[in-house]
């Protein structure tokens, strides 16, 4: 039976690899055999995790603090014989646990997503016959054939290659397809990305041909520990969920010592038992913040709906406010931060250096010279000839699919299209001399690229009774060693420096491009094939160097998240010298910088050698991360959380969903995205734009600026509230509300004037302010004064007028009903102050949210019903009431607005803030 489980197949020789796995690399596995191991090992399938039962998820979403509060209103509401109210607050509960239970199922639908991604089509070598199969037969041992456009089965020991490239950018998050060898016996250390001779399960084939052995299936591949990975992910709070959570917690306790305070009290003083019960239920319905769970899903909710028209699409609710708390993003550069198309930017020619302008496979761009445009056909010819090479030796195409330039086969290959077609060069079926940038040579043989040679040559007919013409190009180190000569400013062959083309060489990869070597040589007119033997004597034509270049859009997305106090970090699969060149570009700097003048870059090996103490302290100095693993960019996730950061990910492929899932927001791209990206993300950009987290992380800033708004004016409410019962109370006097005017009070203002907070726009300079503390409150000093302020307003106010309603003669009816109105009315004037935490409503715009005018006018309509509506009165136990005292219970509200204005105007004078544009 075969149970030997290799982790370090790449540091076998092939034939020991089939030796272990008891194959053979000409007939395979027997049919017999095959099924011996599907029985032994089972389908090459991902195990999804084992999940709790539906209604034990449906059950866990009441765990929390401020769903026992809500079902303690509930239940206080119910004892107080007012049965619709309780079944409104347990429609809430149960609403919220709805929602809850949703979102969490979709987000488990990762491990499904992760899972379709290996069940492909195989082609087999079973018996010594070559058939085509379901990948989820595949086992260990099968032999297995690759070729261009097939997508990886499984791992693969390589056991064959010929000129194979796989694009492992979905796993590693390297741009450019990696060129394999199985030929190669790498050391037991080697990272995955530096794997060359083997090919992992969900990549795929994008050049050339291979046989592989199948060394690990379904769990026990790369992507197969990914899913582990992402299983292994906890499920983290957000900010905001966190200090409701404590702050729900300390009311809870609060509010049931003081409920038994005051019955104690009540009847230590000789009250009676069932008045001071249902004076106590009053109290706890009065501070309990009914409305505000609903009012915070609503803001959440909205700000879901403002960022999807910025095409940021949310998937789980606190996400929004999340956002708005981000200390740091860790974007994957491929994709991301990038475009993930090669372009090239640089042409160097014996004697000249020319930049290339445009970005991506578009043909739009120009060739430039010091600064200044030129035509390739009034330069030194090698010039015209470099970029002739690169679109003739060239075995890839770049088509335009609805208005988009698409790239058919190696992307370096297309972009070294793309760079000839910038220059104007065209291929024609006519022989025509009198137009330079007219490219007529068609093609007579080849010899492709091989990894042991490092190069790829192409034969031309150039005409009738015309020397052939030969193209080459390749590593530098392969072409200029094949060249005796280089070509003159007129076409004609000069003595060629090597040295200064290598300095121009090394100059170029510090940049962080791929550099190619292109040259050229004649053969008589008869010859029509090519041997390697006729690649010797080239002439020297130049140097292209390419790169998959920033987003321009990222550059400036980069900087603003920058000045709002967010730091980027870029966490690549990818090459360190080309992520540090990219960094460069974005303005990615840390706090070190190496001595080229590229920013410090900790590598996939840096990271192996550090231990965890170690490596939380270095983060935060470095700006970049190159040739990473999945576990790597979770634990880098992890490490910057340790610290105390709130992190959003941002990624595309298979490799970024682990860190996606653990970071406090999760970013993937909707266009490129994969599917497994997509489902452990919080949020989708649906245009893969950089840019628009930016527009995400301001919109999460208004969010919970709003979401702090309606929380600074829901609390004062509940506690003026529980002093009015608690006072009356300890002086033993009549209630100046009941519990069914409090719970009026608290479901009609919340959902009539609170929630016109949720639609406020930004505060003033709201990118321009660091993020705020983590570890912070909700409610700073400020706000909690306020919160003090309008609570004693409220109860000195509604307390007051009670009493001089009794005075002069008011039935308890109307003096409860003037009680309720001065709640009410001092609420509506609190609600002016809170539309900004710093400047008053005239400097905002009195009518900038025409919601909050509407808000006001429906709870002015609402009391006037309460107040003179017989129905009402009759309902509520209220009366009507004079003119006199509605000018009472206005000047109440006025004196309450004027004192919290001058707050913050006080506080303007001691911190200045940004002034309303």
């Not at 409104?88 to 488990?108: M, P």
């Not at 591949?221 to 200090?243: C, H, W, Y």
């Not at 460069?584 to 001595?595: A, C, S, W």
């Not at 003037?818 to 102050?833: D, H, S």
Request: glycine fraction near 8%; proline fraction near 5%; charge should be negative.
């Amino acid at each position: 039976m075969l149970s030997l489980i290799h982790r370090h197949w790449h540091h076998l020789p092939s034939e020991l690899a089939l030796q272990l796995l008891d194959s053979d690399a000409q007939r395979g596995l027997d049919i017999l055999e095959v099924r011996h191991r599907q029985e032994q090992f089972g389908p090459n399938r991902l195990t999804p995790r084992r999940k709790q039962s539906p209604l034990v998820r449906f059950l866990l979403q009441f765990h929390h603090p401020l769903i026992y509060i809500l079902l303690v209103a509930a239940a206080v509401t119910a004892v107080v014989k007012d049965l619709v109210d309780a079944a409104i607050i347990l429609a809430v509960v149960l609403v919220n646990a709805v929602v809850g239970f949703i979102q969490e199922s979709r987000a488990e639908r990762a491990i499904e997503a992760l899972a379709e991604t290996i069940t492909t089509e195989a082609t087999v070598i079973r018996a010594g016959r070559t058939r085509r199969i379901s990948a989820v037969e595949l086992v260990p041992g099968d032999v297995v054939v690759l070729k261009a456009g097939d997508r990886v089965p499984a791992d693969l020991r390589l056991i064959r290659s010929r000129d194979l490239q796989i694009a492992e950018a979905v796993l590693t998050g390297e741009s450019v397809p990696v060129q394999k060898d199985a030929d190669l016996i790498l050391p037991p250390e080697t990272i995955l990305g530096d794997r060359r001779n083997m090919a992992y399960a969900s990549t795929l084939v994008t050049y050339g041909s291979g046989v592989g052995v199948v060394t690990a299936i379904g769990d026990d591949t790369e992507v197969g520990r990914i899913s582990q990975l992402i299983s292994s992910a906890a499920e983290l709070e957000t900010p905001l969920t966190r200090k409701i959570a404590r702050f729900s917690r300390m009311l809870l306790y609060a509010i049931l010592a003081l409920a038994a305070v005051t019955f104690g009290v009540g009847v230590l003083r000789g009250q009676s038992v069932v008045d001071t019960f249902i004076a106590a239920v009053a109290l706890a319905v009065a501070m309990i913040p009914e409305g505000l769970p609903a009012a915070l899903t609503v803001t959440l909710a909205i700000g879901v709906s403002r960022m999807a028209r910025r095409r940021a699409i949310i998937r789980r609710l606190p996400a929004v406010e999340t956002l708005g708390s981000v200390t740091i993003i860790c974007s994957d550069k491929t994709g991301t931060l990038t475009q993930n198309q090669m372009t090239v930017q640089e042409i160097a020619v014996p004697g000249a250096v020319y930049r290339v302008t445009g970005t991506g496979y578009a043909p739009v761009g120009e060739i430039q010279r010091g600064g200044q445009s030129v035509r390739p056909e009034a330069e030194p010819a090698a010039l015209l000839e470099t970029l002739k090479a690169g679109l003739l030796c060239n075995d890839s195409r770049l088509v335009e699919e609805d208005g988009v330039w698409r790239a058919q086969g190696d992307p370096t290959e297309v972009a070294l299209i793309a760079a000839a077609r910038k220059a104007g060069l065209t291929i024609t079926l006519d022989f025509d001399d009198s137009c330079p940038t007219a490219v007529c040579l068609p093609r007579l043989d080849a010899i492709p690229f091989e990894s042991e040679n490092q190069y790829m040559a192409t034969l031309h007919n150039a005409g009738e009774g015309r020397p052939r013409v030969v193209y080459v190009k390749g590593s530098v180190e392969a072409v200029l060693s094949r060249c005796t000569a280089a070509m003159g400013a007129r076409g004609e062959p000069v003595p060629l420096d090597a040295e200064a083309v290598h300095r121009r060489a090394e100059e170029m990869a510090k940049e962080g491009q791929r550099v190619l070597a292109f040259a050229r040589r004649e053969l008589p007119p008869d010859v029509s094939s090519l041997r390697h033997e006729d690649l010797q004597g080239l002439v020297f034509l130049g140097l292209q160097g390419l790169i998959d270049p920033p987003r321009p859009e990222a550059v400036a997305a980069v900087r603003a998240c920058q000045t709002a106090g967010i730091r980027v970090k870029m966490i690549t699969g990818d090459h360190a010298l080309t992520a540090a060149a990219i960094a460069r570009e974005l303005g990615l700097d840390g706090e070190t910088v190496g001595p080229d003048g590229l920013p410090e870059v900790m590598t996939g090996s840096d990271l192996v050698a550090c231990c965890d103490e170690e490596l939380i302290d270095r983060v935060e100095r470095v700006a970049v991360f190159a040739r990473v693993s999945p576990e790597q960019k979770l634990r880098l996730v992890e490490a910057f959380q340790a610290r105390g950061h709130i992190v959003a990910m941002t990624g595309d492929g298979v490799n970024d969903a682990p860190a996606l899932k653990q970071a406090d927001v999760g970013v993937a791209m909707g266009i490129t995205g994969t599917d497994v990206a997509k489902e452990a993300a919080d949020m989708v950009i649906t245009d893969d734009n950089f840019a628009t987290i930016e527009a995400a992380v301001e919109e999460g800033r208004r969010v919970f600026d709003n979401l702090t708004k309606i929380i600074a004016w829901t609390l004062p409410t509940n506690l003026g509230e529980g002093l009015i019962i608690l006072l009356a109370i300890i002086l033993g006097v009549t209630l100046p509300v009941l519990p069914v005017h409090i719970l009026w009070i608290n479901m009609t203002t919340v959902a009539v004037l609170g929630l016109v907070l949720a639609l406020e726009n930004q505060e003033p300079g709201i990118m321009q302010r660091p993020p705020r503390d983590p570890a912070g409150p909700i409610l700073t000093r400020p706000l909690l004064w306020q919160i003090f302020l309008i609570g004693m307003i409220i109860l000195a106010g509604a307390f007051g007028l009670f009493e001089l309603e009794l005075l002069t003669g008011a039935s308890l009816s109307a003096a409860r009903t003037v009680a309720v109105n001065v709640v009410v009315m001092v609420e509506v004037f609190y609600l002016l102050n809170c539309r900004s935490l710093t400047h008053s409503i005239f400097q905002i715009g009195v009518f900038s949210n025409r919601w909050v005018v509407a808000g006001i006018a429906a709870m002015v309509l609402l009391q006037l019903l309460f107040t003179y509506a017989p129905f009402m009165n009759s309902a509520f136990s209220t009366a009507p009431i004079s003119a006199a005292a509605w000018g009472r219970i206005i000047g109440v509200g006025l004196v309450g607005y004027l004192m919290v204005e001058a707050e913050k105007w006080l506080r303007r004078r001691r911190v200045p803030v940004p002034s309303p544009v």
